[in-house]
C-alpha cells in the first residue's frame, strides 16, 4: 500500500487507525488495484461522498472528501502514479509537490519523511508537527503545548541536520509517556529537564 495514501488518511485521526482504514480499503474493498488512484477518481465524486460510511476510511466527512479531490490531483498532475512525485528529487522539491496536491503541510512532512526512513528519497526534513510532538517539546521547555510553527522551528535547532530523525523519539514518547491525561513522568528520561514534570 502506497505511503502516500496511507499518509493522507492521517488526518485529525489516530495513525494506526487510519493506516488500517488505507489498507482495509484498497486491499479488501477495490481487491488491491495497481492504479489506486485512478480507480478512485474513476467514482463519481457524489457516488464518492455517499459511501462515506461503506467505504469506512476515515470519520470525518472532510477526511473523506478529500480522499477523493487529492485523488483526483494525483490523476492530472502525476497520472495516478505517485512514485513520479519522488523520484529522482529532492526532499524540497517532492514537499512542493506535495503541497501542490493540498495534502496538508504536516502530512506532506510526514509523507516526505516516511519516504527518507524508506530510502526513497535522501536529505533532510522537518518532523510532523502533530499532537505528540508538539506536546512533548511543549511541557519540556514551558509546560504548555506548543504551536505547528514552533514546534517545527524547535526541531530544526534541536537536530539542524535533519529535523525529521526526531519526529519518531518524539512521536512515541508522547504515545507511550507523555500522554494528554496523566503522562507517566516518573518513568521518562526527560523528566529532570521538563518544566511541566518539575511543576507538578
Ligand atoms: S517528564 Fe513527563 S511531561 Fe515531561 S516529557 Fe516526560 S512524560 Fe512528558
Redesign the pocket.
Known amino acids: 500500500l502506497g505511503v502516500a495514501f496511507r499518509s493522507i488518511l492521517d488526518y485529525r485521526t489516530r495513525a494506526e487507525r487510519a493506516w488500517e482504514g488505507a489498507r482495509r480499503f484498497a486491499e479488501e474493498t477495490l481487491g488491491d488495484p495497481d492504479d489506486l488512484w485512478g480507480v478512485i477518481v474513476a467514482i463519481p465524486e457524489e457516488d464518492w461522498l455517499a459511501r462515506k460510511r461503506q467505504y469506512g476510511l476515515h470519520f470525518l466527512v472532510q477526511g473523506h472528501a478529500r480522499v477523493w479531490r487529492i485523488a483526483q490531483g494525483m490523476v492530472q498532475a502525476w497520472g495516478g502514479d505517485a512514485r513520479r512525485i519522488w523520484s529522482r528529487q529532492s526532499p524540497a522539491t517532492v514537499l512542493d509537490r506535495l503541497n501542490a496536491l493540498r495534502v496538508g503541510p504536516q502530512i506532506a512532512c510526514m509523507i516526505v519523511g516516511a519516504l527518507m526512513d524508506t530510502g526513497l528519497l535522501s536529505g533532510s526534513g522537518d518532523v510532523k508537527a502533530d499532537l505528540h510532538v508538539r506536546r512533548?517539546l511543549g511541557?519540556?521547555l514551558t509546560g504548555e503545548m506548543l504551536s505547528e510553527t514552533e514546534a517545527t522551528e524547535l526541531t530544526r535547532t534541536i537536530n539542524p541536520g535533519n529535523p525529521w530523525a526526531v519526529d519518531g523519539p518524539l512521536y512515541s514518547?508522547g504515545k507511550d509517556?507523555?500522554r494528554a491525561r496523566a503522562?507517566?513522568?516518573e518513568k521518562?528520561d526527560?523528566?529532570r529537564e521538563?518544566r511541566?514534570?518539575e511543576d507538578q
Open positions: 512533548v511541557r519540556v514518547l509517556l507523555c503522562p507517566y513522568c521518562c526527560l523528566s521538563c511541566f514534570a
